[in-house]
């Protein structure tokens, strides 16, 4: 299909794939696609291995980067702003936290360090990120909290990156239009991650109708040719898939994760601040139903709340990878309502293709039913 | 369009128009769509009138019914058991209602007795209204609560008359699937009234690959030719569209609700149990604010609860309909998150025909790009 997207990003398909393995941006950009990098959980070294490694997989194809960076920098020493946050975590969180590990039998295991993460929020935390993201040859970049600063949208203007950002609300989408944003992803409640409350099937043509000439990707519930289809119907320039990645055999979550995406159906995930501290869609576990427990503490705020819960996750996820019962119990992950389609694990750029010819021969279809 | 509906029912185009209004299921019929009259609201006497004037508008034309019919039916007196459930209301629900209507001063008026809605959950009730439709030349039969009882699939396929059910998540079509339910009405939770967790855009095409050669019709997200293309691209063999008539002219809710539609936005509304016992999606308003306070009692199961606080909807709505501040502010009905889409009020036949030519432009559209 040719839209708006293909023509602005110079790629086959407007299939946007959103991930945070390198290997599976390589492989949707190599299908003809345009994989993006979720780059928030990486410091800037790691950033910069990332993206050097996308650009020797996939021979001068176009691909962007997603990078948490705030909407207005905080001028400060990243290292001072991580141990003040830190310090605000009340002691009940700990405590609950801690307890929970234990009520499950969670072993303990060697865990990384994300407090760059935090960092990133600080004024030389995400200047040092959006250095090593301009130094590279990225077509796209987009920004996860918020309208992007405004230094973020004059270096993509001057070195002609294309700048993106998801919306969940039409206000959302008037303040992004205002900060100067190319292009708009309306993402509804279906998704997987941070969404709000607006379907996709609703949320799509009213972000269309106040784009004007830019162009809108729709995000959420697509994950095959026939949801691709419709997001065009809806007026979408192409789709922004961030959930069907994870059944890709190129995805780095662990086996334990992909195991109990291919047995969930569409009715297992919830819309809960218990990892991020904001609503965000993942699959629904016993871990969200300790939380919910009478007597639970309530989540903290964005970015206390992974602060507190890092820790803890790296623990699960390693121990359901061994096959540990409580573990395997609360395993959770990010997820949208499509997980309930997923049926294997696929190549990603088998899936990228299929859901590219799968969404033509849709059109043609319904182009034979015209009176 | 062509499609497995228009066929199976003899339309013009694949839109079924439900609603509460005869006019509205009149006008949807004469422009070439399906009238479904929403009648769960009526009496047997009230439903013959309505049907009899509906055959008297549409000269032949084909339209359907919606009934609360429940899935078994409970044998005894209607009478006995609507005053068997008036008792089981608790005192405590009956002070904050009363008192919710104090704090906002709202007048008394004269109010309806709706007991035949309970009424119909018995053998005699529910035998009466099914005698009223198949005594009409009525196309559909649809079944509000749950699968359809066996009398009702046997009388209807005696008759030829077409049975549809609404579904929330796959488990509920196979249910329908196995009592013989002939079409099925994916609902996505971004509808109003009784909707599950699951957007269009996922569950559309999961119903679709279960239910083999049935037409499958989308619901919820759908009030104009771009989201009608869309369903269509999904597997739908048309929409089933509800919120969209109430910013028809020929709607019977009073001025007072409709423009607090015209002016809401499609992040106004909310899914809450607090008008019939069950989740439904409605206009969010001080009347829920009300019912989430602290302290406030736990709505009740359905029917209690819409026999709760029905007489209270009827002064509100009353109240609201002469202008009356208090009223104004917990004034609400049922509506899906479409109503950030309403611009005016226009005749349904208009919004009907306008919808059909919108999607056919919107897949020819489409099709032109197809590479």
Not at 291 to 310: H, I, R, T
Request: hydrophobic residues 45%; aromatic residues 4%; contains cysteine.
């Amino acid at each position: 299909m040719r839209t708006a997207l293909t023509e602005l990003l110079g790629v086959e398909h407007p299939i946007v794939g959103f991930n945070r393995s390198p290997a599976v941006v390589a492989a949707v950009t190599n299908a003809g696609g345009f994989g993006v990098l979720a780059a928030s959980v990486y410091g800037a070294e790691e950033l910069d291995a990332q993206l050097t490694w996308i650009e020797e997989q996939t021979g001068g194809k176009p691909y962007g980067v997603d990078l948490l960076v705030p909407e207005k920098f905080v001028p400060g020493d990243p290292a001072d702003l991580v141990a003040s946050m830190r310090a605000q975590i009340p002691e009940e969180h700990l405590q609950f936290v801690r307890g929970l590990l234990e009520k499950y039998g969670i072993p303990p295991a060697p865990t990384v360090d994300h407090q760059h993460v935090a960092a990133s929020l600080t004024t030389p935390g995400a200047v040092a990120l959006l250095d090593v993201a301009f130094k590279h040859r990225i077509s796209l970049i987009a920004s996860a909290l918020g309208a992007p600063p405004p230094e973020l949208v004059a270096r993509a203007k001057a070195q002609g990156v294309v700048t993106a950002a998801l919306v969940g609300q039409a206000r959302h989408a008037e303040r992004q239009i205002a900060a100067g944003v190319d292009v708009l992803v309306a993402q509804g409640t279906e998704a997987g991650g941070h969404t709000g409350t607006i379907a996709t099937m609703v949320l799509t043509p009213e972000i269309v109708d106040i784009a004007g000439d830019r162009p809108v990707l729709a995000a959420g519930g697509i994950a095959d040719g026939r949801q691709m289809a419709a997001a065009l119907a809806l007026g979408a320039a192409g789709v922004w898939c961030g959930s069907v990645w994870l059944s890709s055999a190129e995805d780095v979550a662990v086996a334990a994760i992909k195991n109990k995406f291919l047995a969930a159906s569409s009715a297992d995930t919830l819309r809960s601040p218990t990892r991020t501290g904001k609503p965000a869609r993942q699959l629904r576990t016993a871990w969200h139903d300790e939380w919910d427990a009478p007597g639970s503490p309530k989540p903290l705020p964005l970015p206390l709340q992974p602060m507190l819960v890092d820790d803890a996750w790296q623990r699960i996820d390693a121990a359901a990878e061994a096959g540990h019962e409580g573990a395997l119990k609360l395993e959770s992950f990010f997820v949208g309502q499509v997980v309930g389609s997923f049926r294997d694990i696929r190549p990603a750029g088998e899936i990228t293709r299929q859901m590219a010819a799968d969404c033509e021969q849709r059109v043609r279809e319904l182009a034979g039913r015209l009176s």
